[in-house]
T-cell receptor
Framework: NAGVTQTPKFQVLKTGQSMTLQCAQD?????MYWYRQDPGMGLRLIYY???????DKGEVPNGYNVSRLNKREFSLRLESAAPSQTSVYFC??????????????FGAGSRLTVL | TQLLEQSPQFLSIQEGENLTVYCNSS?????LQWYRQEPGEGPVLLVT?????EVKKLKRLTFQFGDARKDSSLHITAAQPGDTGLYLC??????????FGQGTRLTINP
């Protein structure tokens, strides 16, 4: 079972370049999330999609855009990368239940460096 | 948005010692989850606590949900190097916006 797949695993960008991080899940989950994790820190929510066709801002949305392409795929775009966006990005998905059954399954992460 | 605090932020202890880490908020949660993240990997669910006062055990790990459902603790007995990692709590509050605490980074020294 693939679970949550993120690409690319590693990326180096120059300031001002753009890129898209891809995320796909094969668990038929309704909800998908993008988090960033700075060195030695916890996870901060960038954007989430509670269900197909909806997206909402998280804690740190500035500088990012997202697209819920279909139920399986949720992409994160950096239009003009900045050094402050150097981080490890995690995609996650869940059933979307409002109960404790709403378990997050994470991808392996995408390490982004902006020079 | 609830303010969620985890403490301590960092903890380094010797193998065999006991420890407790905390997840506190001023808000009431319908349930709360604990995750552990090992270096280079994504977080993995340890447990979900749902009922106020609930205690759940996972081998040497004991999780407790506060009576008022505003706080939770994780106690590890006889810590092992394999317990090393970042421990994260996240409240389930009915909405889909799942915001984690800043985590407790635990190091168990052999």
């Amino acid at each position: 079972n693939a679970g949550v797949t993120q690409t690319p695993k590693f990326q180096v960008l120059k300031t001002g370049q753009s890129m898209t991080l891809q995320c796909a899940q094969d668990m038929n989950h309704n909800s998908m999330y993008w988090y960033r994790q700075d060195p030695g820190m916890g996870l901060r929510l960038i954007y989430y999609s509670a269900s197909e066709g909806t997206t909402d801002k998280g804690e740190v949305p500035n500088g990012y855009n997202v697209s819920r392409l279909n139920k399986r795929e949720f992409s994160l775009r950096l239009e003009s990368a900045a050094p402050s966006q150097t981080s490890v990005y995690f995609c996650a998905s869940s059933t979307g239940s409002s109960s404790g059954a709403n378990v997050l399954t994470f991808g392996a992460g995408s390490r982004l460096t902006v020079l | 948005t609830q303010l969620l605090e985890q403490s301590p932020q960092f903890l380094s202890i010797q193998e065999g010692e006991n420890l407790t880490v905390y997840c506190n908020s001023s808000s009431v949660f319908s349930s709360l989850q604990w995750y552990r993240q090992e270096p280079g990997e994504g977080p993995v669910l340890l447990v979900t606590v749902v009922t106020g006062g609930e205690v759940k055990k996972l081998k040497r790990l004991t999780f407790q949900f506060g009576d008022a459902r505003k706080d939770s603790s994780l106690h590890i007995t006889a810590a092992q190097p394999g317990d090393t990692g970042l421990y994260l709590c996240v409240p389930i509050q009915g909405a889909q916006k799942l915001v984690f605490g800043q985590g407790t980074r635990l190091t168990i020294n052999p």
